[in-house]
C-alpha cells in the first residue's frame, strides 16, 4: 500500500466546537404540499401551452394584435343552381322497375307528347321486363351536362329523384320506373 504525505485536512484543531446535524422528523402533510405546487405548476404550463396553440392558429382573436395579421374569413361562394331544361333531341333509355305490363312504352309515348322526342322508340329504348323490387323512381345521368335535362324530365313524369351515376354506360339518361311512378294522365 502507498504512503501518502499528511494534508491539511487529515487533522481536525481541537479548537473547533463540532456539533452533530440533528433534524426534525418530517411534518405530517408535507408531501401534499409539494403535490399541490407541482399540480399547480403543471396546469399553468398546459394552460399558457393551450393559450399560445391558439394563439399560433388563429383561434383566439387578442385585443392587442393587429388586426393587419388577422387572416380573413373566406366567405362562401354561392352553389351553383342548375335551371331544369326539356332537351327534346336527348336519347333516353326508360327501364320498367314494377310489375305494371307495358310501362316502359307508355311513359316514352307520354314523354314523347310532352316534347321528349328522346324517348321516342327510334331515338331511345325501353324495357319492359317486370322488376318488382324498384320501390322508387329514379332518373339516371352519366354526364354533368345531362342534369338539367333529368331534373326537367323528373318535372315531366312528376315523381322521382334523379342520380349522377355510371351504373347504365350506354345510356346518356335512364328512367327506372318503380313502383313509387303513376303514368300522368294527358
Not at 97 to 125: E, I, R
Amino acid at each position: 500500500m502507498a504512503n501518502f504525505p499528511p494534508d491539511r485536512f487529515e487533522s481536525v484543531h481541537d479548537d473547533l466546537y463540532r456539533t452533530g446535524a440533528h433534524r426534525l422528523a418530517p411534518g405530517r402533510g408535507r408531501g401534499w404540499i409539494t403535490f399541490a405546487w407541482a399540480a399547480l405548476a403543471t396546469i399553468v404550463l398546459v394552460g399558457i401551452g393551450v393559450f399560445g396553440l391558439s394563439v399560433v392558429r388563429g383561434n383566439v382573436g387578442l385585443p392587442f394584435a393587429s388586426s393587419a395579421n388577422a387572416t380573413p374569413t373566406p366567405t362562401p361562394s354561392p352553389t351553383p343552381t342548375v335551371t331544369p331544361k326539356l332537351n327534346a333531341t336527348l336519347p333516353i333509355t326508360i327501364l320498367n322497375g314494377t310489375t305494371t305490363p307495358q310501362l316502359a312504352n307508355n311513359t316514352g309515348d307520354y314523354l314523347v307528347s310532352k316534347g321528349w322526342g328522346g324517348a321516342s322508340a327510334a331515338l331511345g329504348a325501353r324495357s319492359n321486363t317486370a322488376t318488382p323490387n324498384i320501390t322508387k323512381t329514379v332518373v339516371y345521368y352519366s354526364d354533368p351536362a345531362n342534369e338539367a335535362a333529368a331534373m326537367a324530365l323528373v318535372q315531366s313524369l312528376k315523381v322521382g329523384t334523379i342520380s349522377l351515376s355510371n351504373a347504365f354506360p350506354d345510356s346518356k339518361v335512364t328512367v327506372v320506373l318503380g313502383a313509387d311512378f303513376v303514368l300522368p294522365k294527358g
